[in-house]
């Protein structure tokens, strides 16, 4: 792995004492196999590949992606060829949606194991504090209108599901829990329900046009370390994508000053920038330059640092919260798909009278 030797390599996780996160993870989440279900899947396979042969041995997926048997083949077909062991490497899957009640927790993780090949996971996300409501095979029921049926009461009860995920570490099939997409809202309030296993991680779209900063100091304060997905900006799937017709950091005018300046990438900058700032990140790409470029990192001066966090503060179009306030630009937001919106600060959404 290439990586500047004053940037850290990995991070210790605080709440599953003796583990530790690769600074730099592979993202496999493919948003053209959303766009055509009937596309073939072998790119995912080739991506992981060769990430696995340039360094990564962070590989993050999910059962919602589609793709984790491609995944799993590459795992197999690089283990088989003798370039690493199982035990060297560190997959997180996530708990897709439809999992979400307890019963079904432990259904979900072993789907997932099954479909990439593997005894036990490192990582299992909670995935979106949002529950639908499942069919037979466990694809999402839908409405009329094709949007998947969402159980509501569950969706607020998202406790039930993460004690349902704290089996998964004591039954073996996880190393560590932790949840995905969740406010600083609805992580406070899991943190407050009691529970046997706090998350080791909150996986959440970050990067400088949607910089986080309140979520990661109280996930700091509360030994909950941050990891980065869409770090470069994020390319969501149309039906949560509101704000694609916008330009992303990757083209941001600062990004690309200090790109030139640095002698570097506009990539290699956005993912520095949240590497130094104690953020993980698993970018993905399917081409092998990109996918070998974004391992290499390097130190910024702290004024550039500082520069790149308050980029957002100058967008034209930047989300504020019930109350006015500005929270950033995000690449992904479910509000119109699902309803309502998982992200809001004030209060919690859903809002259902009685519960």
């Known amino acids: 792995m290439v990586l500047n030797s004053k940037l850290p ?11 530790h996160i690769h600074s730099v993870g592979f993202g496999t ?3 053209a196999l959303f766009v055509n279900p009937s596309a073939s899947k072998d790119s995912v396979r080739i991506a992981t590949l060769e990430a696995l042969e340039a360094g990564y041995r962070h590989i993050d997926t999910a059962f919602s992606y589609g793709s984790e048997k491609q995944v799993g083949a590459a795992i197999q077909e690089w283990i088989s060829a003798g370039k690493g062991k199982r035990e060297d490497l560190w997959v997180t899957s996530k708990l897709y949606n439809t999992f979400h009640n307890p019963d079904d927790v432990k259904v979900g993780m072993e789907l997932s194991l099954r479909d990439l090949g593997l005894e036990y ?6 995935f979106i504090p949002t529950a639908y409501v499942p069919s037979v095979d466990y694809t999402p029921v839908k409405r009329p209108d094709g949007r998947p049926e969402v159980d509501i009461p569950l969706s607020l009860n998202y406790m039930s599901t993460w004690r349902a995920m704290e089996d998964l ?4 099939l996880a190393k560590a829990i932790g949840i995905s997409n969740f406010s600083l809202l609805k992580t406070a309030r899991l943190l407050s329900s009691n529970l046997r296993l706090k998350p080791a991680v909150n996986q959440v779209e970050l990067h400088p046009y949607l910089p986080q900063h309140d979520l990661l100091a109280f996930c700091a304060l509360h030994g909950i ?3 980065a997905h869409s770090p470069l900006g994020g390319r969501p799937v149309p039906f949560v994508a509101p704000n694609a017709h916008l330009p992303g950091p990757m083209t941001d005018k600062t990004i690309l000053s ?15 920038w949240a590497v130094q700032r104690g953020t993980s990140v698993v970018p993905k790409s399917v081409t092998g330059e990109r996918i070998r470029g974004n391992l290499v990192l390097f130190e910024m001066r702290e004024e550039d640092v500082k520069k790149v966090s308050e980029i957002w503060r100058e967008l034209p179009e930047v989300r504020t919260d019930e109350l006015g306030v500005a929270q950033g630009r995000r690449a992904n937001d479910p509000r119109l798909h699902v309803g309502f919106d998982i992200y809001r600060e004030d209060v919690e959404e859903p809002i259902v009278e009685g519960i």
Request: net charge neutral.
């Open 121 to 126: 996971g490192g990582f299992a996300l909670e």
């Open 9 to 19: 390599k990995s991070y210790p996780l605080r709440n599953s004492p003796g583990l």
């Open 225 to 227: 370390h941050v990891t």
């Open 258 to 272: 200090l790109a030139a300046q640095y002698e570097k990438t506009p990539a290699q900058v956005l993912l520095s």
């Open 29 to 31: 989440f493919d948003p």
């Open 169 to 172: 570490v004591t039954g073996g």
